[in-house]
């Protein structure tokens, strides 16, 4: 039975372990992603990456390595060389980097026979040395039987050739060592660039949200500055309108009481008098003996010189000075009277006992309590 011209074929190779896979038919890798399990999360998604490596044996028993993929966590699938292994050969597939890898492609061609152009395909990555059976094993039963004397030429080529194999496998790992360590290096250096970035976006937020807080302060505090001197403003033209109300309703008051108050009345002697009060009870008439309460005071100076409560006298008897006999008379009782006397109808020009002065004019303000 003829088996198919492509069959698909995969792995998964994991850091650390040597995956061998022998090749019945011609092997071409076509894919190689992450391992989707062990993807971390988003913060750190930069920091995966794993190198897909083949290793080869060569006749002289020195070993090459060479990068077939470097797989990212942001790449779907990543680029492969373009390699065609041969049939019947042994490939040795590595994973170098934290997470393992999915390996996949397919066997093609119709059996087992050698491919020479696969031979060819890895002597230009790992260089002439490689055994026949592409897998770094020495020459088979086969190749025993071959000659002595082509023995011993391939062997001298093989040693002739054995300082420059070993220092291309040298120029082959140390590059992918130095990669990684380039790339790991880039990948900390742009996680700390981010991180700085962020800490500098924060800061001038933070400062950003400092500075309008405080301009919110002092707009808040013009405002009550300015609604406290509104408040200072109209309460000083209230008080000055309440005041100018006050003296204007004073003002009225007072002329309302003058044009109100009874006028004095002057007398044929000289004698003035004003009602504050009229009694309703028995009125004073000449020859009456009364009660009365008195406040007498100079004019000139309004200041007090004699005062009682209950004082009586003989109404026109002479008890009294004359402003008082005739000021008295025709009032009532309950009744309030102010009397103004002149000089001449009080002490005259000889005063009295020292607290009235000569010529003197008096102000009594009388209440006639009792007429008898």
Do not use: C
């Amino acid at each position: 039975t003829r088996a198919p011209s492509k069959m698909f074929w995969g792995a998964k190779v994991v850091p650390g372990d040597d995956h061998q896979i022998y090749t019945p038919r011609r092997l071409r890798i076509t894919g190689a992603v992450l391992d989707p399990l062990t993807l971390p999360n988003e913060d750190k998604k930069d920091m995966l990456r794993t190198i897909l490596a083949v290793k080869v044996k060569h006749e002289n028993g020195m070993v090459s390595k060479a990068v077939l993929a470097m797989v990212d966590r942001n790449q779907e699938n990543a680029r492969i060389r373009d390699i065609v292994f041969p049939a019947n050969a042994l490939v040795h597939l590595q994973a170098e980097g934290p997470a393992p890898i999915d390996v996949s492609g397919y066997f093609e061609g119709e059996g087992p026979e050698f491919e020479e152009d696969g031979i060819d395909a890895l002597r230009t990555i790992f260089g002439q040395n490689l055994g026949a059976n592409g897998s770094g094993d020495e020459s088979d039963s086969d190749s025993e039987s071959e000659s002595d004397s082509e023995d011993e030429e391939e062997s001298s080529d093989s040693s002739s050739e054995e300082s420059s194999d070993g220092d291309e496998q040298e120029e082959v790992a140390e590059p992918v060592q130095k990669k990684q360590k380039k790339d790991a290096a880039a990948s900390n250096q742009k996680l700390a660039a981010e991180k700085e970035a962020k800490a500098a976006q924060v800061a001038k937020a933070k400062e950003a949200a400092e500075k309008k807080a405080k301009a919110a302060e002092a707009a808040k505090a013009k405002a009550a500055a300015e609604q406290k001197a509104k408040a200072a403003e109209a309460a000083k033209a209230k008080a000055a309108a309440e005041q100018k109300a006050k003296a204007k309703a004073d003002a009225e008051q007072a002329a309302k009481q003058k044009q109100s108050a009874p006028k004095p009345v002057t007398t044929k002697s000289g004698l003035q008098m004003v009602d504050s009060q009229v009694g309703k009870g028995r009125e004073a008439r000449r020859g009456n003996k009364v009660v009365v309460g008195y406040h007498g005071v100079l004019k000139s100076n309004f200041k007090k010189f004699d005062s009682s409560s209950n004082f009586s006298f003989k109404l026109g008897a002479g008890d009294v000075i004359k402003g008082w006999d005739e000021g008295v008379q025709g009032m009532r009782e309950g009744g309030k009277r102010r009397l103004m006397i002149p000089a001449r109808l009080g002490y005259g020009r000889q005063g009295a006992g020292g607290v009235i002065p000569p010529n003197a004019d008096l102000v009594f303000d009388i209440v006639l309590k009792k007429v008898m």
